[in-house]
C-alpha cells in the first residue's frame, strides 16, 4: 500500500457519512478521503459540502480512479454493481453489505483476472479470528442466534409476509426464522450481512445454521454465535448498541470499517 492511503467512499447514507467525518478529522492519518459516490449525486454533494468540503462526488464507475480503496457502504441490493466496478478495476474493495454477494458469483473470477481483493469489515461479528482458525481443521456446526428489536424487524417484507405484527412489540421474544444463512441473507438483506460473512469465514452458506427472534427486552441487536470444531468448541456473543443517526442498524458498522482501514495502514496488526 501506498504511504498515504486514498479512501473512496461507494454509498453515502448514515455509515458513509460518519465515515466521512471521521476521516476527514484524521481518525487515520495515514488514509486520505478524496472522493465519494451515492445513487443520488446531488443529494451526495449537498451533504458532503457540510461534513467534508472539497470531497468530490463522482459516478460509481468514475470511483475507482480516485481512489486505492474503496469502502461499500450501501445496501445488498447494490453491492454487486459497485463489487464488479471496483474489482474489475483491480481495486481493493472493503465491503460491509455482503448479503449482497450470493448475488455476484463471478466475483472470485473477476479478482483473480483484474487483481482486485474483497476485504470483509466484520467487526459486528465476534470472534471470527477464532472461527477462522479453527477451521484450519474440522468444524462440525455452525449456529448464529440473533435477536433483533421490533423496529428493526416490523416493517420487513419476510415478516410481513408471514403475517407478524410487531408494530406493537411482543410480550416476550418471538422466534421468526431459522434456517440457512443463504436463506437469512435472502430474507433479510437488510440485517445479515452478518450470516454471510460467518459462512465465509466458516463453513460456508449452507451448513451454516441461523435462527432470528424478535426480542423486546434488548437494547440492541445481540448476536450468539455457537461451534463445535475439533480443536476447540465456542460460544460467542456480541451485545451491539443502536447507532444514534439510525436506531435499526448497529453502532459498531462505523467503528468496524475504520478498524478494518486501519489494518492497511498501521506497521503491527492484531487479527489473524
Known amino acids: ?30 488514509i486520505s478521503l478524496t472522493a465519494a459516490s451515492a445513487r443520488d449525486l446531488g443529494k451526495a454533494a449537498a451533504n458532503a459540502a457540510a461534513i467534508a468540503p472539497g470531497l468530490a462526488i463522482v459516478p460509481l464507475a468514475e470511483l ?9 457502504c450501501a445496501t445488498a441490493e447494490s453491492f454487486p454493481e459497485i463489487a464488479r466496478t471496483v474489482v474489475g478495476a483491480g481495486r481493493l474493495l472493503v465491503a460491509v453489505s455482503v448479503g449482497g454477494l450470493p448475488n455476484c458469483p463471478e466475483l472470485l473470477e473477476l479478482a483473480r483476472t483484474h487483481g482486485g481483493r474483497v476485504k470483509v469489515a466484520s467487526g459486528a461479528l465476534p470472534g471470527l479470528d477464532i472461527i477462522r482458525s479453527v ?37 416476550s421474544a418471538v422466534q421468526v426464522f431459522d434456517g440457512s444463512a443463504g436463506e437469512a441473507a435472502a430474507a433479510f438483506p437488510r440485517h445479515f450481512n452478518v450470516a454471510i460473512t460467518l459462512s465465509l469465514g466458516g463453513i460456508g452458506f449452507d451448513r451454516t445454521r441461523i435462527t ?35 436506531p435499526r442498524t448497529s453502532r459498531i458498522v462505523a467503528p468496524s470499517i475504520l478498524a478494518a482501514l486501519r489494518s492497511l495502514v498501521d506497521p503491527i496488526t492484531v487479527g489473524s
Do not use: W
Request: aromatic fraction near 4%.
Open 212 to 246: 432470528v427472534f424478535c426480542d423486546p427486552d434488548i437494547a440492541g441487536t445481540v448476536h450468539q454465535v455457537d461451534v463445535e470444531a475439533e480443536d476447540a468448541d465456542l460460544t460467542l456473543i456480541s451485545r451491539n448498541r443502536p447507532s444514534p443517526t439510525n
Open 64 to 72: 475507482p480512479a480516485h481512489a486505492d480503496v474503496v469502502v461499500e
Open 135 to 171: 477451521k484450519e481443521g474440522t468444524i462440525r456446526s455452525v449456529r448464529l442466534t440473533t435477536r433483533l428489536r421490533p423496529n428493526s424487524l416490523a416493517h420487513e417484507p419476510y415478516i410481513l409476509d408471514r403475517g407478524f405484527d410487531f408494530s406493537t412489540p411482543p410480550a
Open 1 to 30: 500500500m501506498p504511504q498515504t492511503l486514498r479512501v473512496g467512499l461507494a454509498g453515502f447514507g448514515n455509515v458513509g457519512q460518519d465515515l466521512a467525518r471521521r476521516l476527514t478529522a484524521g481518525a487515520i492519518p495515514e
